[in-house]
């Protein structure tokens, strides 16, 4: 189980971290990503981190986006800096069902559990 939270309305240039809680698996083990789908578009891959740590970005938000996590809270965070009004979407995470290798981390079909999204809303 994922548990995405942290989300909120924010100013442009303001920051957001937001957390993702994972129950029921073995942490440690898997890849976790980060997701984005503002309305009337698609899905987005905006971040990833693998079991040991490799990090990964879209370039649309490389340099203002920091995954990381901490493996005895159970927890993977994406910090936001520099928001912009365009960052406005729901924001998901997911991880694969098992422990194995994503080879395209921004594509959602790698990913088997979804956690239920926290929305972000940039805006003045």
């Known amino acids: 189980q994922l548990q995405a939270s942290g989300g909120g309305l924010v100013q442009p240039g303001g920051s957001l971290r937001l957390s993702c809680a994972a129950s029921g698996f073995t942490f440690d083990d898997h890849t976790i990503g980060w997701f984005r789908q503002a309305p009337g578009k698609k899905r987005e891959g905006v971040s990833c981190?693998?079991?040991?740590?490799?990090?990964y970005y879209a370039d649309s938000v490389r340099g203002r986006f920091t995954i990381s996590r901490d493996n005895a809270k159970n927890t993977v965070y994406l910090l936001i800096d520099s928001l912009k009004p365009e960052d406005t979407a729901v924001y998901y995470c997911?991880?694969?069902?098992?422990?194995?290798?994503?080879?395209?981390?921004?594509?959602?079909?790698?990913?088997?559990?979804w956690g239920q999204g926290t929305q972000v809303t940039v805006s003045s």
């Open positions: 997911a991880t694969p069902g098992g422990p194995k290798t994503v080879i395209a981390w921004y594509r959602g079909y790698e990913y088997d559990y």
């Open positions: 981190i693998s079991s040991g740590g490799v990090t």
